[in-house]
Every structure is written in C-alpha cells, then in structure tokens.
C-alpha cells in the first residue's frame, strides 16, 4: 500500500493546484475570449472567492494547523466552487453577493441613461460631488438642476446667435 498510500495522504497537495490554480486559469482565459458575460461572472467569483479562502488561511494558520481535514476540506469547497457541473461560485454571486451589491448601487445609478453617458464624460471628482448632491437632496431636485441649467444653456445660446446676425 506504499504507493497508493503515499498518493492518498498527498492527494490535496497534487490536486489542489490543479483544481484551486490550473483549471481556473484556463477557464477564465476563455471566459474573457467568450462573448457570453455568465461565465465572466463565474470566474471573477470564483477568483474573489479564492482570495478570501488564502486570506483566512494566511490569517489563521497557526489553528487551521491543528485541523488535519482543512486541507481536504478547503479542497472539497473548491470543487464545488469550480466543476461546472456545480457552478459553485455562480451561485454565490447570484444568491449572496449579488443581492448585497445592487443595495450598494450609487444614487447615479438611478438616472436616465443620457444622465448617465454625461456623468461617464465628467471628471471622477464630478461624479463623487454629482452623486454627494443625489444622495443628500434627491433625484428630483438634480433633475430640476439640470432642467435649470439646460434652460440657462439654452437662453444663453439664444442670445450669442442673435448677437452673431
């Protein structure tokens, strides 16, 4: 039982580079290369995932030391979380994570999309005081804004072109 043994006791060492690291970044070389945005949501989870695995790890080393299943056990979740046939981390991300980052959406994530294409235009330090604004005084009232200084944009243009003939 010598060999069969040794690949038993080792198992997580040989497999869980394959099926933590190898197949992953495969899958998600293709997953940029494929026009469907599923499977970029699978492995931008999965990676995100991974990160928070290695972190607990590297933060609790000195227990997990003392349980001589985490190895198998971080290697069975990983399974989970990469076989297609389970889709793991898609399914974090759709019943978990997803719900917790709509709920995090920014006040301008709300507006009309010509609203938003004018935001996208603006300096980051504009959009930061755009959605301040929202956030503290309301959609309606940025709107009014707008309608405010459109107006004004318009009066103005009105005058330099009668100026001009």
């Keep these: 039982m010598g ?7 080792n198992f997580d060492h040989v497999a869980g580079p394959v ?9 998600s070389v293709r997953a940029i290369e494929s026009p ?21 790890e590297l933060s609790f080393y000195k ?11 971080k290697l069975i979740v990983s399974f989970w979380l990469v ?7 898609a399914y974090i991300y759709e019943n978990h994570v997803r719900k917790f980052v709509l709920n995090m959406d920014p006040p301008s994530s709300k507006l009309p999309p010509t609203q938003k294409r004018v935001l996208q235009m603006m300096s980051p330090t504009a959009r930061v005081a755009i959605e301040n604004y929202i956030s503290k005084y309301g959609q309606d009232s940025f709107e009014r804004v707008v309608k405010a200084a459109e107006k004004e944009a318009r009066k103005k243009k009105g005058t330099s072109t009668g100026a001009d003939h």
């Design 3 to 9: 060999f069969l043994g040794a690949i038993a006791r």
């Design 19 to 27: 099926v933590m690291l190898l197949y992953p970044l495969y899958a």
């Design 36 to 56: 469907s945005q599923l499977d970029d949501q699978q492995w931008l989870t999965y990676w995100v995932l991974y990160s928070l695995i290695t972190l607990f």
């Design 63 to 73: 227990i997990l030391a003392w349980f001589p299943f985490w190895p198998y056990l």
């Design 83 to 89: 076989l297609p046939m389970f889709n793991g981390a």
